[in-house]
């Protein structure tokens, strides 16, 4: 069984910086990709950013491209989220979330596993 540890969150003033972090552990996939979505209160989940394992192939939203940047190291298991220029918008539960095949989805059904989210709060 996949598990998937998410670190990083925190409480942080608009227009600063943070970094995410998602730890893999237990099962095997052949070809994954890992993604990056965010829930705010009374909002649906939210793609981010994805990427494939080999990190050759990168997606980001709209909305934070540009400001964040997704990375991976296959050796740790571990796929980061760079944020930059954070606004109160940004505000949300972060959750990782990985899927076997090589090329991230924007879609969240099409994924397999679930961390348990880290909370991102940003105050103005």
């Known amino acids: 069984q996949v598990q998937l540890v998410e670190s990083g969150g925190g409480l942080v003033q608009s227009g600063v910086s943070l970094n995410l972090s998602c730890t893999a552990s237990g099962g095997t996939f052949s070809l994954y990709s890992l993604a990056w979505f965010r829930q705010a209160p009374g909002k649906e989940r939210e793609f981010v950013a994805g990427?494939?394992?080999?990190?050759?192939?990168?997606d980001y939203a709209d909305s934070v491209k540009v400001r964040f940047t997704i990375s991976a190291e296959n050796t740790k298991n571990t796929v980061y989220l760079e944020m930059n220029s954070l606004t109160p918008s940004d505000t949300a539960v972060y959750f990782c979330a990985v899927r076997g095949f090589a090329s991230p989805s924007r879609f969240a059904r099409y994924y397999n596993y679930w961390g348990q989210g880290t909370q991102v709060t940003v105050s103005s």
């Open positions: 990427i494939s394992r080999s990190g050759g192939w990168a």
